[in-house]
């Protein structure tokens, strides 16, 4: 099935797509043990997709080569998310890592990959990924580390255990992966942690597309500083002056999903263990509750220095990027949310924006029928 891609996607930058096709190469290992390699090929982004699917990589997840659990660095996790165009053999990836340290090091040609296993077996690369690079440290000192942009296959990933390239050379393409995407996994590899340093297996997930022609529902949320609650359920303070307008329509028959959101007086630097800091919550008003949505967070533009904006329309199953402390699972489609549920009972869900001074939240809001 096809989906018309939005103008961009979930969080991946626009210049990340400007560049030509040219064969993309990474080096690995503190001296650069591969000195080229091509990955495949470096591509715009395509006019549409056929699938997405995303991973939250912690280290608890990593097992070794005898699938022995191996245990990666402490602390530190991911965001990985892909978009696929598996009729043109293309995929993009917007690849963030939280707290990872060290040189990468892999005997493939990157340290980043896509592998085909199951959860807790070993198994080969399929894909190899330029690797994540330092942007910036957080409130917390933790190293943030991207890797955006899109590849064109044939994939090499510089490893031939039985003298063919365990890429797309042994037979692997991208509708493989969208098919069956909790048989594959997403990790990255250190010197500290050669086996990996952080892994999860693969979700399908929510799909830019265009607007639909019609909507069934609309919901409007009006966020506020002072209806805070944190994850213990207690009233916290909010950014003074804060606000926030989030706009959701919503067509049932397509789990279509198209949101504008404007912020008013929100400052600095975006924070979630979530894969964006701006959400739907499954949680009433004065309660807690889990992300089932995670929204784009809303930019500045340059004629609007107090404002910032997101839209966008994308078609689930969606991923929050929030795992479930007794499951494991993601809070959103994984744990049975649908779109359905915000229809029937659009005040138990809140939407909201998390920086990094406002952990808990700068602005919340209900939403309701417009």
Not at 68 to 73: A, D, K, R, S, V
Not at 256 to 265: A, E, N, Q, R
Not at 290 to 319: E, H, L, M
Request: glycine share 10%.
């Amino acid at each position: 099935m096809k989906f018309a891609a939005a103008a961009t996607l979930l969080a991946l930058a626009p210049a990340a797509f400007a560049a030509p096709s040219a064969p993309l190469e990474e080096r690995t290992g503190l001296l650069g043990k591969h000195f080229g390699g091509k990955i495949g090929t470096k591509c715009k982004q395509p006019s549409y997709f056929t699938s997405a699917v995303y991973g939250r990589p912690i280290p608890g997840n990593v097992v070794n080569q005898q699938n022995e659990p191996t245990p990666g660095q402490e602390g530190a996790y991911g965001h990985f998310s892909y978009f696929i165009n598996s009729d043109k053999e293309i995929i993009c990836y917007d690849i963030r890592t939280v707290g990872v340290t060290g040189e990468y090091d892999s005997p493939a040609v990157t340290a980043t990959h896509i592998h085909e296993a199951p959860a807790g077996q070993n198994g080969p690369p399929r894909i190899a990924f330029p690797n994540p690079q330092f942007t910036r440290k957080n409130h917390l000192g933790e190293e943030i580390r991207e890797s955006k942009g899109c590849l064109k296959g044939p994939f090499r990933t510089g490893l031939a255990p039985t003298g063919t390239d365990t890429g797309s050379a042994s037979g692997f393409t991208l509708k493989q992966l969208e098919q069956n995407p909790g048989n594959f996994f997403t990790d990255t590899h250190t010197e500290a942690f050669t086996a990996g340093a952080i892994r999860a297996q693969l979700l399908p997930s929510e799909v830019p597309v265009k607007k639909p022609r019609s909507f069934s529902h609309k919901f409007t949320g009006k966020a506020v500083s002072s209806t805070i609650i944190n994850p213990q359920g207690a009233a916290v303070a909010g950014q003074e002056g804060a606000t926030g307008k989030y706009t959701l329509r919503i067509n049932e028959a397509k789990n279509i999903l198209c949101y504008d959101i404007v912020l008013t007086g929100v400052t600095g630097e975006y924070y979630s263990l979530a894969k964006t800091s701006t959400h739907t919550h499954r949680s009433a008003a004065g309660q807690a509750g889990p992300p089932v949505i995670a929204f784009k967070d809303p930019q500045p533009k340059w004629w609007s220095k107090n404002k910032r904006y997101s839209s966008a329309c994308v078609k689930g199953p969606f991923t929050s990027g929030s795992n479930n402390a007794q499951t494991g699972k993601d809070t959103s489609s994984a744990s049975g949310f649908t779109l359905q549920e915000i229809i029937a009972n659009p005040a138990g869900y809140a939407v909201d924006t998390h920086t990094e001074k406002f952990v808990a939240g700068a602005v919340r809001g209900q939403l309701q029928n417009a």
